[in-house]
């Protein structure tokens, strides 16, 4: 297994992705799906059309087992929703209050879940809870309306969902998602290998100590969901594949501990675990990973030097497990089935569920939804439904993103630019020019900058807010009319919301900054530190670490400063020197 040998064999060929396309396909797509989303439903005569294009924006990602994951998780919500929302009205006729103290709870119920649980759970209780929101909001004095506006915007909303699918799939380039995963996996696993190369190379305690692969690896769980989704048979190598990011966890903790391991013996077998990593990154960078015959040779070569005495060198041993999971899991998704040489199983991710959170966020969307009633009834406000549905949007949708005050205050100023660019549009060139041919050339440009933002991380809600905004005022029904004083009624409100919201959350569970959200994130890692026991079984100790990432990849991302991330590493190894168990035992 000789690095050097291997290398040669390396191909240069670009890294590959699991997304559909690029960045600017992907906003193209997303854009001419919505519109034509839009025209369908003009066509149908909807009310409302501007909902379905409002739903390819949120459920096109560009992942494609992620859209198809979420398409079933929009239409669960919305189904939901639109019951919920025709059940409420039913309940409470002409009683507005009951109504809205019905409604305030339900929305902290939505968002409490949306805060505590990952992926499906989370998507459809925020997803209930915005339907819910459009359906019932501006009905809840006229219950015989309920129905039909369910019917309606549910209509649009499904509509929406079956747009986005269908470019989802017509731009896939590739219907090999088992190939694509393995890929994936492969060029994870080599960079975070060629960074174990270097960690090794280094020996030096004073040297930064970082785990800069965390927050890819943590990441690679929804992938592996998302490829399951997508391909069903994958579902029965499901054991093999959904617990690699545990195991490349694993052997980051590993090579951290063998590389400040102080034991004169250990750097013999440091230059060995480079020797070994070395080759198995560039085995894995050649192209002859996915190949059956010469992946079962790599296997059948790691499993004999696993069978050298390592008794002084117990990280070794746990690099060598990892390695080979990584490598069963690789010829389970070339064969569809468990591997020759089964090693031991290691679980799925466990992430963090943080109560204390979810509780929080269910107080702020009561609160915030009561007192948005209490301002809306003693104002008599008229486009106090837009008030209220964008209240909904801010304290169920937006809760799942970390710093959500920021990201607040962002979807305040996106929908103040995309109300200010739609009003422009329709008063300069939809005023003049009624026609379906202007619609498209006016909202064209805003969407397909609007989905390019959406590839941007933690931008994506300004341009989901963008798109709202823009459409909102722009307000493409059938038929349009133009009325600039309701307009500007209408813009003031959506900005107002998000404004009203990021006051309701700097009031109820402020959001630390700065030294003391560092020093948060470290207190909630040392008590985790304290619930590992000596006696807990090897998944025991395995899902305890993979909390502790979880906890390090939110404490990277606020702060770059070396003795803040060394300290957190710390707590990692230290905690796993307490609890030496194998997968043998």
Not at 73 to 89: K, L, N, P, Q
Not at 418 to 437: A, E, H, P, Q
């Amino acid at each position: 297994m000789n690095a050097q040998t291997a290398h040669a064999d390396i191909r240069s060929e670009p890294r590959p992705s699991f997304t559909i396309d690029g960045d600017l396909g992907f906003a193209l797509r997303t854009t001419l799906a919505g519109i034509a989303a839009m025209f369908v439903a003009m066509w149908l005569q909807l009310d409302t059309p501007r909902w379905a294009i409002w739903t390819v924006f949120i459920v096109s990602p560009p992942v494609r087992g992620n859209a198809l994951r979420k398409t079933v998780a929009r239409i669960v919500g919305t189904f939901i929703g639109c019951t919920v929302g025709v059940a409420a009205v039913a309940l409470f006729p002409q009683d507005r209050v009951g109504f809205y103290v019905f409604f305030s709870l339900w929305l902290g119920a939505c968002a409490y879940w949306a805060t505590l649980r990952r992926g499906f759970v989370s998507y459809a209780a925020s997803l209930g809870a915005f339907t819910s929101a459009i359906v019932s909001a501006g009905v809840s004095a006229a219950p015989l309306a309920a129905w039909d506006t369910a019917m309606d915007r549910g209509c649009a909303t499904i509509l929406g969902i079956l747009f986005a699918l269908f470019a989802s799939n017509l731009a896939a380039t590739s219907d090999d998602v088992p190939g694509d995963l393995a890929n994936r996996i492969c060029n994870l696993a080599a960079e975070l290998l060629d960074w174990a190369v270097r960690q090794l190379h280094a020996r030096n305690a004073t040297d930064p100590m970082d785990a800069p692969f965390t927050a890819k690896i943590l990441g690679l769980d929804e992938t592996c969901v998302n490829a399951i989704v997508e391909r069903p048979a994958l579902g029965r190598i499901k054991l093999w594949i959904c617990g690699l990011p545990t195991a490349l966890l694993s052997l980051q903790s590993a090579v951290l501990s063998l590389r400040n391991a102080p034991s004169r013996q250990e750097p013999s077998f440091a230059r060995a675990g480079t020797d070994v990593l070395q080759g198995v990154a560039d085995f894995l960078r050649s192209g002859d990973a996915l190949d059956l015959p010469t992946l079962r040779r790599q296997a059948a070569s790691l499993t004999t030097l696993q069978q050298t005495s390592w008794e002084q060198a117990p990280a070794m041993t746990t690099i060598l497990d990892a390695l080979l999971y990584l490598l069963a899991a690789l010829q389970a998704l070339l064969t569809f089935s468990p591997p020759d040489a089964a090693p031991a199983l290691y679980p799925p991710a466990t992430f963090v569920a943080h109560r204390r959170l979810a509780t929080i966020n269910l107080i702020r969307a009561v609160v915030a939804m009561g007192l948005g009633f209490v301002i809306w009834d003693l104002t008599a406000w008229p486009q106090g439904p837009v008030f209220m549905v964008m209240i909904a949007v801010a304290v169920v949708v937006l809760v799942t993103v970390e710093n959500t005050v920021v990201v607040v205050w962002a979807a305040a100023v996106g929908a103040l630019l995309g109300g200010m660019i739609g009003l422009t549009l329709k008063y300069l060139l939809l005023v003049r020019f009624n026609d379906s041919l202007t619609l498209f050339v006016a909202v064209f440009p805003l969407l397909l900058f609007s989905a390019w933002i959406e590839t941007k991380g933690k931008l994506a809600p300004l341009g989901v807010l963008l798109t709202i905004g823009g459409l909102y005022l722009i307000e493409p029904t059938n038929p349009q009319q133009y009325d600039f004083t309701h307009d500007i009624n209408t813009l003031i409100p959506i900005v107002l919301s998000f404004l009203y919201a990021g006051l309701v959350f700097l009031a109820i569970g402020t959001p630390r900054k700065g030294l003391q959200r560092v020093t948060e994130l470290l207190v909630r890692m040392r008590r985790l530190r304290w619930r590992i026991s000596p006696n807990g079984s090897w998944q025991q100790r395995l899902w305890w670490e993979t909390q502790m990432y979880d906890e390090l990849r939110q404490l990277q991302a606020v702060t770059k400063d070396p003795k803040d991330r060394q300290h957190a590493l710390k707590l990692v190894l230290g905690g796993l020197r307490e609890c030496h168990v194998s997968p043998a035992s």
